[in-house]
């Protein structure tokens, strides 16, 4: 359990913060910058979930949830041995992409395939979502960038990959399942 009793520390007045297990880094450390960047999608969806009712709000929920595991998980370095440790971290599992995908599958039945690449857009409901799709690509580059330097849980980077599908796929549902998407035409602007 959390218990937060005073929200200012001046801990991060240096430039510096704490890590899951202790460490202190710089604040534009790149687990920093990547659980940051989760943090900022959260609140994306939570603008998002402003304008989503049934089981898209239900699924936006659920991926809100999702990504507080996901900025738990990437703010503890993995450890050796951490699985037997007295407070074991809070790692993404598989299941998390499985129900993602089913949820897309699900929602992909209710679609038309597209012809065209679309523009974001639509209604408000699609344009947010399409801001949370872009937010977790570039959560997502930042998280395997990461990787390439640091041990990260395996699911991190799937997870986001298959999020920012979702992402698209609930924005055309958003667009009277894809009957509103605003189709790009190349050369238009000429």
Not at 29 to 36: A, K, M, N, P
Request: glycine share 8%; with cysteine; proline share 4%.
């Amino acid at each position: 359990m959390v218990v937060l009793n005073k929200i200012y520390t001046k801990t991060g007045d240096s430039g510096q913060t704490s890590l899951g297990n202790g460490d202190r880094v710089a604040k534009f450390d790149l687990r920093v910058e990547s659980y940051g960047t989760v943090d900022e999608l959260n609140a994306a969806v939570g603008v998002a979930k402003l304008h989503a009712a049934g089981p898209l709000r239900d699924n936006l929920d659920r991926i809100q949830n999702e990504l507080f595991d996901l900025g738990a998980d990437l703010c503890r370095p993995i450890e050796a041995g951490e699985a037997e440790a007295e407070y074991p971290p809070l790692r993404l599992t598989a299941k998390s992409i499985t129900t993602l995908e089913e949820a897309m599958d699900t929602l992909t039945r209710e679609l038309e395939p597209l012809t065209s690449f679309i523009l974001p857009g639509g209604t408000a409901l699609a344009a947010h979502l399409h801001v949370c799709r872009t937010v977790a690509r570039r959560a997502e580059r930042l998280v395997v960038h990461l990787g390439q330097s640091e041990d990260i849980g395996e699911i991190v980077a799937k997870y986001l990959n298959r999020l920012s599908d979702w992402f698209f796929v609930a924005a055309r549902v958003a667009n009277d399942h894809g009957k509103n998407d605003v189709l790009w035409v190349p050369g238009a602007s000429r």
